[in-house]
């Protein structure tokens, strides 16, 4: 029996992911329309310590949603 391997990228994953605290930032440079508003965050961005976590936990729920399972010893990788 001959086993395919596959990988895929996803581009802009820890855009995906959603935040379960409360997170405020100031707006960004360039987006600073000089009303010193605050931003409160329902999702992840990249440079979050919560980012990678967190979009981890939403591929592991769709993946497994889908089927696929993951390995006992590779949790990170899935059949």
Partial sequence: MKLKVQQMDVKGAYLNGILKEDIYMRQPEGFDDGTNWICWLQKTLYGLKQSRCEWNKELDRR????GFTNLLADPCAYI
Avoid: N, P
């Fill in 63 to 66: 993946l497994k949603e889908k």
